[in-house]
Nanobody, 124 residues
């Protein structure tokens, strides 16, 4: 049974930082592309960041480029998202997702497994 469990969310002031983690089990993590998505209240879920199975290639939404960094540790089956210079508009539930093709896509339809999400709230 595949499980993706996010952690690290919370309440932070604007300008602050948070580090999200996603612990994966039940799959060969090192072969999966991974992504982070988020959903704000009343809005559709949107792409945040992606990383290939090897970690050699990453991609970001324009809204987070230069502030967020995605990384992975294949030895520990863990995906991370370092979020700096947080803004109130970053407030959302953040989800990690696994893509069995290994590429990690910007489109959520390409992902096979999803976590339950972790809440990030940025106060102004």
């Amino acid at each position: 049974q595949v499980q993706l469990v996010e952690s690290g969310g919370g309440l932070v002031q604007a300008g602050g930082s948070l580090r999200l983690s996603c612990a994966a089990s039940g799959l060969t993590f090192s072969t999966y592309g991974m992504g982070w998505f988020r959903q704000a209240p009343g809005k559709q879920r949107e792409f945040v960041a992606r990383i290939t199975w090897s970690g050699r290639s990453t991609g970001y939404a324009d809204s987070v480029k230069g502030r967020f960094t995605i990384s992975r540790d294949n030895a520990k089956n863990t995906l991370n998202l370092q979020m700096n210079s947080l803004k109130p508009e970053d407030t959302a539930v953040y989800y990690c997702a696994a893509d069995k093709t290994g590429s990690g896509s910007t489109g959520e339809a390409r992902y096979d497994y999803w976590g339950q999400g972790t809440q990030v709230t940025v106060s102004s």
